[in-house]
């Protein structure tokens, strides 16, 4: 992707990627605009939703159109870090240790079942996302750039898992619902699957990605839209300062710093996405309920009364204004 593509040569890119996935998963729109946000904010995705919805179909499709690597790891109590970041192992024959490095060196990782891992497998995960590296045996190995793992839950399913603990689940980007397709998405669904199958073709490289992440953070921010960020994740800690006490008594804790510059960064991308090189305020508070619901500790009370996080999070958006749309010159300017 050449850096000095315009606004809409970027968005016509991302149609045509979003087209080839398509060929091959049904439906899932919703999902698949967050896939593309938490790639091109260089972020990470934790998906929550009952088996056989497609989610790694999507990111195999996904890894085919970028013509990156992919690889799928099912999380099982019995897993040990060195499954996941590799090892050293003896090599007999010429009598020293060689590395073998692990599977989530790939750019595009499927954590299936994370928490189906007791803690320290999640844990060496997370450092990965993170550090974007593993350091094995005082020797450091960078992963692939660009680099997304997209870990998933069965909501369903309480036996034999370790919930993530709240400063794990902080990392993720967004935590994003993934539901039943409807009845004519699953009559498509039927038809294809047992049809010819579709071959998604290459429309990308890694490379071209990583220059689309580039131009990612030059997407401009308006200072209002970074102060209305600031706002609402401030609503989630003191509910009363904004204006929101009967709030307060269903929070036991609201969301880090990292939650406000993943609203930023989130927004940039989905601007993106959208054909424009600046950010407005539906930006911000179409992934608001994705980046702040796992971020939500919520009081005894709060789950007595049968109040998610995602209401809370739309208390709070419709609490606090959003700021004007930019006018129309600014935004020629910004773009």
Not at 205 to 218: H, K, N, S, V
Not at 270 to 282: E, I, Q, S, V, W
Request: hydrophobic share 45%; proline share 7%.
């Amino acid at each position: 992707m050449n850096p000095q593509y315009t606004a809409a040569d970027t968005a016509a890119w991302m149609e045509q990627l979003l087209y080839e996935v398509k060929r091959v998963v049904v439906g899932q729109d919703r999902f698949l605009e967050r896939v593309m946000v938490a790639l091109l904010a260089q972020g990470h995705l934790l998906v929550e939703g009952v088996p056989g919805l497609a989610k790694t179909l999507t990111i195999k499709t996904l890894a085919q159109t970028l013509q990156g690597s992919f690889r799928r790891i099912q999380f099982t109590p019995d897993l040990v870090p060195a499954d996941l970041v590799g090892t050293r192992i003896w090599n007999q024959k010429s009598g020293d240790f060689s590395t073998v490095l692990g599977p989530v060196f790939a750019n595009l990782l499927l954590a299936d079942e994370i928490n189906r891992a007791p803690a320290k497998v999640q844990s060496a995960l997370l450092e990965v996302m993170q550090e974007r590296q593993v350091t094995i045996a005082g020797e450091t190995h960078r992963v692939p750039s660009p680099f997304l793992v997209m870990a998933t839950q069965n909501p369903i399913e309480t036996e034999g898992t370790y919930p993530l603990p709240e400063a794990q689940v902080d990392r993720f980007l967004m935590k994003v619902l993934v539901d039943y397709p409807s009845d004519e998405e699953e009559l498509a669904i039927v038809m294809r699957v047992t049809g010819p199958p579709a071959t998604p073709q290459a429309v990308a490289t890694t490379d071209q990605l990583a220059a689309l992440q580039a131009q990612c953070r030059d997407v401009y921010v308006d200072p209002a839209l970074m102060q209305y960020a600031v706002r609402l994740v401030s609503a989630t800690r003191r509910p009363a300062q904004a204006g929101l006490k009967d709030l307060e008594p269903l929070l036991n804790a609201g969301a880090s710093p990292r939650a406000t510059i993943g609203l930023v960064e989130g927004a940039r991308a989905l601007a993106l996405l959208r054909g424009r090189r600046y950010c407005l305020p539906d930006d911000l508070t179409d992934l608001a309920p994705d980046v702040l619901r796992h971020r939500l500790i919520l009081s005894y009370q709060a789950l007595a009364d049968g109040r998610s996080a995602d209401d809370l999070v739309t208390r709070i958006l419709a609490h606090i204004p959003a700021p004007p749309r930019p006018l129309e010159h600014d935004s020629t300017l910004a773009a």
